[in-house]
């Protein structure tokens, strides 16, 4: 049995995320596939991670590229088969390294058979399988519920005269998880990867499982309360508790969390984008899910100790909650183009990563941080996202952070594929490129193997507690501790130098930038054994 113990494998781990289809392509198609992580398989162990959290593997019509799935139970042929999937499972075993599959148990695609079976209404075997709900007298939506991209979150279905609930686009309704055969449905597609060897699951909104059977609509944000983040979706001007984020979506948590231990020594985690707190996302290891993350980190952009402090001052109000942390994902502005001026920073990259793998929690790291690559900058015509599409150019969406990996210097689309890319390769990654970092071992590659070194050999950094010292802005300063082991961790959060005089004596472990006699040039951080 898989459990919450304190030395539980995935308690202080280091994941990589791989977006799979910009990973590395291995036919000459343009879409990154399973056979390339495969190829690729040596250069995440030299990393030194202990698993790999890949993107969503199944068959999916990519309207929101996988996270709308139409087959639970296959493998999205761009990306290979289920052999591949096996191939590559028993590689990254072969070298220590776990393989986590993304699951999207929300909501499916409007293509799935589940779906089109529930549009029948009763003629079909699933009609409650499904968020139905008559419409109003003029033919508009039953309630307020707004998508997260864009318009109403319902759609009308000439076949069931109903509107039909999608949190996000209308082409991935909304899975019924109060309807007991659906929500066993579910249940299975955990048990049958678990079955076929997956170590675990990333879980897509996990916040949203259960809606308020009543439609009762969203309240308004006051408009007191109301910030830029706020008005970046209209969603966001509602507080969004009926439409997902109850207070019982923890039931569902722990049904998942106990599906999964059932499988010895597998991880689940989930993703909290709202009301993380309400919907059971802080909940303590032996409740819910083994750990989770929410969204505070990931969408900070200014840099100073306060983005950290809040967070951990939300995560000690639930001290027996365990915390995945990241800076980055497939969904949010690169780091250094989110903390600094947009630009290639490596001095920043490795700021940010030594201050990322020094937090406490399992950390999650996007495929690409490691290089310090910035935001790829796109042409409308070159965007493959619904949410670039919807907010050009005000926003342009989440490709700039989903281009492919540039592996090889002055090679056809920096060596990720043979053929014509599914998104441009970046030309701001062109000095980037992992060849390049890897013969430069002052490089943020060659940085963040070294962290994530120190990361494994240290007790304090794995498992220790969090205790921030105090110490003047931009400075931000922390101990963590266990096994008889403390190491104190100093950062300037800041593109100016900055002096602290509380630096202790001890063993130098790391240091990012250059530290001389209390004074942290710009964006520099040591870690010190006392």
Same mark, same amino acid.
């Given at each position: ?7 539980a494998?995935w ?12 990973? +590395?392509?291995s036919?000459g ?18 990393? %030194? ?12 019509p990519?309207?929101?590229? %996988? ?17 591949d ?18 699951? *999207? ?27 139905? &709900?008559?419409? @109003? ?5 039953p309630?307020?519920?707004?998508? *997260? +991209? ?35 449905? @579910? ?13 675990? +699951?990333?879980?897509? *909104?996990?916040? &949203? ?61 989930? !993703?909290f984008?709202? !009301? ?10 032996? !409740?819910?899910?083994h ?10 952009e200014?840099l ?8 951990f ?18 969904? *949010? ?13 490596? &001095? ?59 592996w ?14 599914w ?13 390049r ?43 963590? !501790? &266990? ?18 005089a %509380? ?10 930038g250059?530290?001389?006699? %209390?004074t ?11």
């Amino acid at each position: 049995m898989s459990g919450a113990g304190e030395r539980a494998w995935w308690r202080g781990a280091v994941v990589y995320q791989v977006y799979v289809r910009s990973f +590395f392509d291995s036919n000459g198609d343009g879409q990154g596939d399973l056979p390339g992580v495969l190829a690729k398989l040596d250069y995440i162990e030299a990393l %030194g991670v202990d698993a790999i959290w890949l993107s969503p593997i199944h068959p999916s019509p990519n309207r929101d590229w %996988g996270y709308d799935v139409a087959d639970f139970d296959g493998v999205q042929p761009d990306y290979g088969t289920l052999d591949d999937f096996k191939a590559l499972l028993d590689g990254a075993h072969a070298r220590g390294i776990r393989v986590l599959l993304d699951e *999207v148990l929300a909501h499916t695609s409007d293509e799935h058979p589940w779906f089109l079976e529930s549009r029948k209404g009763a003629g079909g075997g699933k009609a409650d399988w499904y968020v139905w &709900a008559d419409p @109003a007298l003029d033919g508009t939506a039953p309630n307020n519920w707004l998508s *997260v +991209f864009g318009g109403p979150a319902w759609s009308y279905q000439p076949d069931r005269r109903q509107h039909y609930h999608h949190k996000f686009l209308r082409q991935q309704p909304k899975l019924n998880w109060r309807t007991p055969a659906a929500r066993e449905a @579910a249940l299975k597609v955990l048990e049958t990867w678990l079955g076929r060897g997956a170590d675990g +699951f990333r879980l897509d *909104v996990a916040n &949203a499982y259960l809606h308020d059977p009543a439609l009762t609509p969203n309240p308004a944000v006051p408009l007191a309360e109301r910030t830029a983040w706020h008005w970046g979706h209209a969603s966001n001007l509602q507080e969004q508790k009926y439409d997902a984020n109850l207070p019982e979506n923890i039931t569902v948590l722990d049904e998942i969390r106990r599906r999964v231990d059932a499988f010895e020594d597998r991880f689940v985690f989930g !993703e909290f984008s709202e !009301e993380a707190e309400r919907a059971g996302g802080f909940a303590a290891s032996d !409740e819910g899910l083994h750990a989770g993350y929410s969204f505070p980190l990931l969408i900070a952009e200014h840099l100073s100790p306060q983005f950290i402090l809040r967070h951990f001052e939300t995560l000690a109000r639930h001290p027996r909650h365990w915390p995945c942390v990241s800076f980055s994902n497939h969904d *949010v502005t690169r780091t250094v183009s989110r903390f600094g001026d947009g630009g290639a920073n490596p &001095a920043l990259a490795k700021l940010m990563m030594a201050l990322l793998l020094s937090l406490k929690g399992t950390t999650l790291i996007y495929q690409g941080e490691e290089l310090g690559l910035p935001e790829a900058d796109l042409l409308r015509h070159q965007l493959r996202d619904p949410v670039g599409d919807l907010y050009y150019p005000v926003a342009k969406g989440r490709d700039g952070c989903r281009t492919p990996m540039p592996w090889r210097s002055g090679a056809r689309a920096h060596g990720f594929t043979s053929g014509t890319p599914w998104l441009p390769a970046a030309p701001e990654h062109a000095s980037l490129t992992v060849d390049r970092q890897e013969a430069d071992p002052d490089s943020a590659l060659a940085f963040a193997r070294s962290m994530i070194a120190l990361r494994k050999a240290s007790p304090a950094l794995k498992w220790g507690e969090i205790v921030f010292l105090d110490a003047p802005a931009p400075i931000l300063a922390f101990a963590r !501790e &266990a096994d008889g082991e403390r190491i104190v961790a100093v950062f300037n959060m800041s593109g100016e130098p900055a002096t602290w005089a %509380g630096i202790p004596g001890g063993e130098l472990k790391a240091i990012a930038g250059e530290v001389l006699d %209390g004074t942290f040039q710009p964006w520099s951080a040591l870690l010190i054994r006392t």
